[in-house]
């Protein structure tokens, strides 16, 4: 029973307004050349740091400019750019949801958090 609430879940996920705009958003930008163009040159560069890291050496401060720079001109990128705030609220959303999880698992209705530091709450004092 629970799996197919878990299924369910996932399909009503997957028919949300949230989830259908941040596809939307990927396909126009993963269809613009430009970019593609920058997305890859950065999973390059990326893989490139990766594989000096794993190789015990530690990216000079000109390596981390370069990459960097490299995103800021790929979040300039009005497609990028959206689909990057899209995707970020996407994630926040799902957060939420497991949270919604967590406190049904535990029994604790949100009202009852108190003096807690979830994100739902904020920090406590």
């Known amino acids: 029973m629970v799996l197919e609430k ?3 879940l996932g399909k009503l996920i ?7 705009t941040m596809r939307e958003k990927e396909a126009a930008m993963m269809s613009d050349v430009d970019a593609i163009m920058f ?8 893989q490139q740091h990766q594989m000096l890291r794993m190789q015990g050496n530690e990216l000079t401060e000109e390596q981390l400019n370069e990459v960097y720079a490299l995103e800021d001109q790929m979040m300039s990128h009005p497609l990028i750019r959206e689909f990057a705030e899209i995707q970020e609220n996407f994630q926040k959303f799902l957060g939420q949801v497991n949270e919604r999880i967590s406190e049904g698992i535990e029994g604790k209705p949100p009202e009852s958090h108190g003096s807690c530091s979830c994100s739902s709450c904020g920090p406590s004092s």
């Open 14 to 20: 997957a028919e949300s307004d949230k989830y259908k």
């Open 39 to 46: 997305i890859e040159k950065f999973q390059g560069l990326q």
């Open 6 to 8: 878990a299924l369910e």
